[in-house]
C-alpha cells in the first residue's frame, strides 16, 4: 500500500516542488492550500489520481480537523506530515503590529502545532510516522526586519527537538528543514541587485531552488534512524 502524505501550503514555491517529489516516490499526497483554487487544480491534473487538494485555513482548528478527515477517507491513513505553510512579513520591530505579529505566529507556528496535534492519534495508533517542519535559516541565525517570522521559526525548531524526544519511542521521528535564499514566490519582493549579493555572501554562488528543499525532504521519509534535527541546505550562508 502507498505511503500517504499530508502537505501543507503545497500549492506554491517548497510547498509544490516537496509534492511533486512525494509523488515521484509514488506516495499518495493530500495538498492543502488556503486560497488558490486555480493552483490547486493544476497540480491536481499534473500530478493525476495520486494526489488530492483540499482547501484549509490551517491556523483554525476546525478546518485542520476537516484537513485531516478527509485525508482519512480518502487515503485510509497517514504516514508522512509536512508542516510548510508560512508567511513572511518585512517590518521594523516597533512597526509590528499585534495583528501582525498574530497573522504570522499563527500561520506559521500555531499551524505546526495544530496540524501535527490533529494528526498525531493516527501516527501513535500505527506506531511510526514522520514530521517534517519546514523553517528557515532566520530561526537559526535571525533576520533583520523579520523578528515576527525569525520567532516563528526558532519556535518550529523548538518543537521539533522536543516532539523527537517525547515521540521518538513511538517510532514517530520529527525533524526541520530550514531553507537558505530560495528562488520562490515568497522571495519574489528581493531586487537583482539583492539577489546577486546573497548569492556573493553565499559559498556556493547561487540561490537555491524549490528542488533542493523538496530531495531534503525525500531523504528523511526515507531515513529511519534522524530525528530531533534542524538539517539547513543553505549552501553555506549559514554554517
Excluded: H
Aim: charged content about 25%; some cysteine; proline content about 2%.
Amino acid at each position: 500500500m502507498n505511503r500517504v502524505a499530508i502537505v501543507t501550503g503545497g500549492t506554491r514555491g517548497i510547498g509544490k516542488a516537496i509534492c511533486y517529489e512525494l509523488v515521484k516516490k509514488g506516495i499518495n499526497v493530500v495538498v492543502n492550500y488556503r486560497k488558490s483554487d486555480e493552483l490547486a487544480n493544476k497540480i491536481q491534473e499534473e500530478l493525476g489520481n495520486m494526489v488530492r487538494v483540499y482547501k484549509a485555513d490551517v491556523s483554525k482548528r476546525e478546518e485542520v480537523k476537516g484537513l485531516v478527515d478527509f485525508t482519512l477517507k480518502e487515503f485510509g491513513n497517514i504516514d508522512i506530515l509536512v508542516n510548510n505553510a508560512g508567511i513572511d512579513q518585512e517590518n521594523m520591530f516597533q512597526d509590528i503590529t499585534d495583528d501582525i505579529w498574530n497573522n504570522v505566529i499563527n500561520t506559521n507556528l500555531y499551524s505546526v502545532f495544530c496540524v501535527t496535534q490533529e494528526v498525531l492519534p493516527t501516527f501513535l495508533k500505527n506506531k511510526k510516522g514522520c514530521i517534517i517542519n519546514i523553517s528557515s535559516i532566520y530561526g537559526i541565525s535571525g533576520g533583520s526586519c523579520s523578528t515576527a517570522y525569525s520567532a516563528s521559526k526558532a519556535g518550529i525548531d523548538g518543537i521539533t527537538k522536543s516532539l523527537a524526544k517525547e515521540l521518538g519511542p513511538s517510532n514517530i521521528r520529527v525533524n526541520s528543514v530550514a531553507p537558505g535564499a530560495i528562488n520562490t514566490d515568497m522571495n519574489g519582493y528581493l531586487t537583482e541587485d539583492e539577489w546577486n549579493q546573497i548569492k556573493e555572501e553565499t559559498p556556493m554562488k547561487k540561490i537555491g531552488e524549490g528542488i533542493d528543499i523538496a530531495r531534503c525532504v525525500s531523504w528523511l521519509v526515507d531515513d529511519e534512524f534522524t530525528t530531533g534535527q534542524v538539517i539547513s541546505p543553505n549552501g553555506g550562508i549559514v554554517i
